[in-house]
């Protein structure tokens, strides 16, 4: 079966759990395709992609199997450092870590106003700019600064308080919809259905 993932979704979502599928299905081969881009699924001969974002191409079936969420997380030693932020204005004080959207420009935060609307906050400038999730990672366990990462490949620094959440209560999540998504066709081949039940399964 030819998947294709995102970088961060492969390593900390399918990697842990490969093992399993290939024990189970011990006469089955698996190719991992890194791509942090949309594929043409068919042209390039994918079984199935998982991703956090939905290609519009209509000769995709899209099975929908959780959601991503993001946080706002630095390391205690920056936070004894600089303080903890409690309230917008205090991340004028802050070093901001950003993730860099496909136009070039740092992803802004959504936080919540008093009257309880959600307004995008933009830095006026970021210590650390990267298209990459997990270089934004590594720079935020560095106490380079604060930063809004997804939670599923942090988990276990939150866990072990090597990272720690700042403005959850104000700070709106970005989420994604994570689904699996394979060409339309009249029957899923075998090795197919297989590794999307699996995937399910620990989803």
């Known amino acids: 079966v030819r998947v294709s993932v995102s970088y961060p979704i492969g390593q900390h979502l399918v990697m842990p759990h490969l093992g399993e599928l290939l024990n189970r299905h011990t006469d089955l081969e698996v190719q991992l395709i890194y791509n942090d881009h949309l594929v043409d699924l068919v042209k390039e001969n994918f079984d199935l992609a998982i991703r956090g974002m939905v290609s519009e191409y209509s000769a995709l079936i899209v099975r929908p199997v959780g959601k991503l969420h993001t ?7 920056y936070l004894a450092q600089y303080g903890v932020p409690q309230q917008e ?24 106003q008093s009257d309880g609307t959600a307004k995008a906050y933009q830095p006026t400038r970021s210590r650390f700019t990267t298209s990459n999730t997990d270089s934004l990672i590594a720079a935020a366990l560095q106490g380079l600064g ?32 994570l689904s699996i998504q394979y060409p339309h066709r009249t029957a899923p081949c075998l090795r ?7 995937i399910f399964c620990w989803m």
């Not at 991340?91 to 919540?112: D, E, F, V, Y």
């Not at 604060?146 to 620094?157: M, T």
């Not at 209560?169 to 989420?175: A, S, T, W």
């Open 71 to 77: 946080c706002l997380a630095a390391t205690p030693d």
């Open 146 to 177: 604060i930063a809004q990462l997804p939670i599923y490949p942090i988990w276990r620094h939150l866990q072990a308080g090597s990272l720690k959440t700042v403005l959850s209560d104000i700070h709106q999540p970005m989420q994604y919809e």
């Open 192 to 198: 197919r259905a297989c590794a999307w039940c699996w």
């Open 89 to 112: 204005s205090d991340l004028a004080a802050h070093q901001i870590l950003s993730s860099q959207t496909a136009t070039g420009k740092p992803r802004a935060w959504l936080l919540q």
